[in-house]
């Protein structure tokens, strides 16, 4: 995906000192480009690149010149799940206790904390999926609002049959809810891949488009998001994912809370004058 791109201090002063794992940019549509740059290794998520990504993610979340971001990988894989080779400086556990709580700490302040700020952004996302979407990868992708993927991308839940371990980053959550339980279990037993154009089939992601086109496709998608009520995305968001832990009373009583602080918008005042107009609305996101 190419904006007019320039890079954030964070990226300038990487290039000085250890060399980027993510890029950051901010184009003048106002959407954000957030790109897992290790391509060697399709873009496995080492210790280094969740800590750029949470700092990413969270400045993205105070920049109030963001409308969406969309989330990328670089070169032919968008994520390939944990960097499970040795890190430089990092001690080996010599015990299942020490192991089980490096595991832990990884989780809450690495892998969990990335997936907790994508979903918690106060603006929309896209994952643009060009390649393999693996273990962490394949929760990363679908944490975004909107998954758009290529034709050529693979998803699989290489968690348990190859490591012994469960689904994490959020795939636990989203696999069984967009294929239901049966075919989740079968996906995390056996770590089958799946094709872009059967996730699609089964709902796991929104859109499989083809290779050339998967650029113009997340540029289109972005740019309308950009130029939407960027106020009221997220509360759709909050609404849905909690209408699978609620009933129907809870979620009438979520909607009433919700709906006055959006009708308090320009945005809503905008949308009534420009159906009352017979016109297309001119959202700004405030």
């Not at 002063?13 to 060399?19: A, G, H, I, P, R």
């Not at 940019?25 to 750029?52: F, G, H, R, W, Y």
């Not at 998803?155 to 348990?160: A, D, E, N």
């Amino acid at each position: 995906m190419v904006h007019c791109l320039k890079k954030t201090g964070r990226d300038a002063m990487s290039d000085t000192q250890t060399e980027a794992k993510t890029l950051f940019s901010v184009d003048e549509a106002s959407i954000a480009t957030l790109t897992l740059n290790n391509p060697k290794t399709l873009n496995a998520l080492s210790p280094q690149m969740l800590e750029e990504l949470n700092a990413h993610l969270n400045d993205s979340a105070l920049n109030p010149d963001i409308r969406v971001l969309v989330l990328t990988g670089a070169g032919r894989g968008f994520c390939s799940g944990a960097d499970l080779s040795p890190q430089p400086g990092a001690r080996k556990p010599e015990t299942p206790e020490e192991r089980g709580e490096q595991t832990r700490q990884r989780m809450h302040n690495g892998f969990n904390l990335v997936a907790k700020r994508l979903i918690n952004l106060p603006f929309p996302t896209i994952a643009r999926v060009n390649g393999v979407a693996a273990g962490a990868g394949y929760g990363l992708a679908l944490a975004a609002d909107l998954t758009i993927a290529a034709e050529s991308a693979k998803f699989f839940l290489v968690f348990t049959n190859q490591l012994g371990l469960v689904p994490d980053v959020g795939a636990s959550w989203h696999a069984p809810r967009a294929l239901g339980r049966s075919r989740a279990m079968a996906a995390a037993f056996f770590g089958e891949k799946m094709s872009a154009e059967d996730a699609e089939k089964y709902g796991l992601i929104w859109q499989c488009v083809a290779d050339d086109a998967l650029d113009d496709t997340v540029n289109e998608v972005a740019t309308r998001l950009a130029n939407g009520p960027t106020k009221a995305y997220p509360q759709v968001r909050k609404l849905f994912d909690m209408a699978s832990t609620q009933d129907i009373h809870a979620q009438l009583d979520l909607e009433a809370e919700i709906q006055p602080r959006l009708a308090a918008t320009e945005d809503y005042v905008e949308g009534v004058r420009a159906f009352l107009q017979k016109r297309k609305p001119e959202f700004k996101g405030r």
